[in-house]
């Protein structure tokens, strides 16, 4: 993940071989409507998600065009029910079960504000969703109100970025109930869906999400470096489903677009298309 004042709260160590694997592929305004910081105008010309204008791929690096995504009545396979003990506890994945040869692109903390990432999910039609961590974010909440105008998803990643497992329950609940009030005040969304720092959670995780008004906590499958691929578990290749982290990167190296170029060529030659995450959970 990316680094940060308060990188020093980080653990050393993850447990669990899912954290390990975290390490290794990542590194790791008041309120005012988006669409009114737009502009009325601007805002009825956007078109989220639909085909991108002919030879518009090539100036972001690709070779051919992003398939069309299903439309949203081509619905992934559903979760099942949650019974029991945990039945109120949020559903925890790092993967969607779907029959549509879709993935899913993820984004994490929010200190990356590229101007020309809006401008290439724009011209893309780019379905993104963005996990913010306030301290991360900064003053730069109207650089997610743009991609959020665009149709991006803007979810909840906590205020200050702390490593959550083993936290008592009050400071878990503060961070993520307090980013949800941040994004509140900031953007006028209150996120359903959250991931945890370096993808470490416990029990009072899910409870304290849960209170928060979380109902998924998303992991990912795989993530992107600045060069390769990489996959926390499971086959080398991606599959209909898959969440997948373009996270920051700590060093200099390719950008955030130049990465999401990258990504998307490798989900074009397994003849897969991206898919908006909020439209399948």
Known sequence: MRGRAGRGRRPVRYAGALLAS???LTGCAQSVDPIERLGKKAAEGVHPHGPAPDQTY?????TEP???PPQPAARALPLGPR????????RVLD???TRDRVVFLTYDDGAEKDPRFVAMVRELRLPVSMFLTDSA????????ARLHGLGAGIENHTLDHRALAGLPYAGQ???ICGQQDRLGSRLGLRPRLFRPPYGAYDTTTLRAAADCGISTVVLWRAA???TELAYTHGEHHLRPGDVILVGPDETPGPSQRERTARVLRRVQQRGLTVGRLEDYL
Do not use: N
């Open 95 to 97: 993967h969607v079960p």
């Open 137 to 144: 974010v900064g003053p730069g909440y109207g650089h997610f």
């Open 22 to 24: 975290a390490l290794l």
């Open 173 to 175: 609940r503060a961070e």
């Open 66 to 68: 992003l398939a069309r």
């Open 224 to 226: 992107m470096t600045p």
């Open 58 to 62: 090539r100036r972001w690096g690709l």
């Open 83 to 90: 019974t029991g003990d945990r039945a109120a506890l949020p």
